[in-house]
């Protein structure tokens, strides 16, 4: 074979400009394709181990009352009244409520010690039962300089918040129940057990927690799941339109992704200026006076 049919073999072989041109548009293509799909299943496998750690949460919760005669764990009216509830009764250490040295452990002061919250005996000291891999964060340094643009159970300890106002008529606005409130009542008097908040995720709810537009502490929302680049911390006014979905676990013991886009009330706008969490909503988040 003569050094030309070579050549021309070796030519025959080779890819033109057009054709890997071609091939470089059809892989972008399919990488187009391909990565919000997935993002999405990234996302569900995510939510779905946040899930069952919601479903565990529950179940401590009714371990603890199987063993106190039903009853919820008793969390005292400051707590309640700033928000420190869950930290009081369960989650791991964290920097906001450290009294040691600043190295983030949590000691025995205004919350107990997490070795000896109510909930220990259930959870152990396993703190990833605690953490949300889609917990996104809050930033509301405004109100606490420590919650800032880091995962919300890096400063609180879990990623999971316990609904400790399940008696108040209006909680986080109307204190008037707060002493006789839920936490210190019996499992059994949670009515409608299927639908009936026992832990929750932030985008569940408009910050200040419940109480709507403050002039006190600048109004944020929160997004962790489904929320793409919406994810994270807004302002009311920037929210923005995308949706606001929570994972939701409930009084008898299952769990759920809920979406909370509904019940976000706006102005003219489009700014959100408060949220309906009456009866009327997807969830029920305490007891209603008749």
Request: with cysteine.
């Amino acid at each position: 074979m003569g050094h030309r049919a070579i050549r021309q073999g070796t030519i025959r072989q080779a890819f033109t400009l057009v054709e890997l041109l071609v091939v470089i548009a059809i892989i972008s293509v399919l990488i187009a394709i391909l990565l919000p799909a997935l993002s999405r299943m990234k996302e569900a496998a995510q939510s779905a181990a946040c899930l069952s750690n919601m479903r565990q949460l529950a179940m401590a919760i009714h371990l603890y009352a199987n063993d106190n005669k039903d009853r919820l764990p008793y969390i005292p009216h400051p707590q309640h009244s700033l928000g420190d509830g869950t930290a009081y009764i369960t989650g791991g250490p964290a920097p906001i409520y450290d009294q040691g040295a600043g190295e983030g452990v949590t000691v025995d002061g205004w919350v107990p010690a997490p070795q000896n919250r109510a909930l220990y005996k259930y959870t152990g000291s396993k703190w990833e039962l605690f953490q949300c891999r889609s917990d996104s964060g809050i930033d509301i340094h405004e109100y606490w300089p420590q919650i800032s643009w880091v995962p919300f159970w890096q400063a609180s300890g879990s990623s999971y918040v316990f609904n400790d106002y399940q008696r108040a008529y209006h909680p986080s606005v109307d204190e008037s129940d707060y002493w006789e409130s839920g936490w210190n009542h019996k499992l059994a008097q949670l009515p409608r057990a299927s639908q009936f908040v026992l832990w929750y995720e932030p985008p569940a709810q408009i910050w200040p927690w419940g109480a709507g537009p403050s002039t006190d502490v600048s109004g944020k929302v929160f997004r962790w799941h489904k929320a793409g680049r919406a994810s994270g911390s807004r302002t009311y006014e920037a929210a923005g339109f995308a949706p606001f979905f929570s994972n939701i676990a409930f009084v008898d013991g299952h769990a759920e992704s809920v979406d909370f886009t509904p019940t976000y009330k706006r102005d003219a706008s489009g700014a959100i200026v408060g949220q309906d969490r009456t009866r009327t909503g997807p969830v029920i988040w305490y007891i209603y006076e008749q």
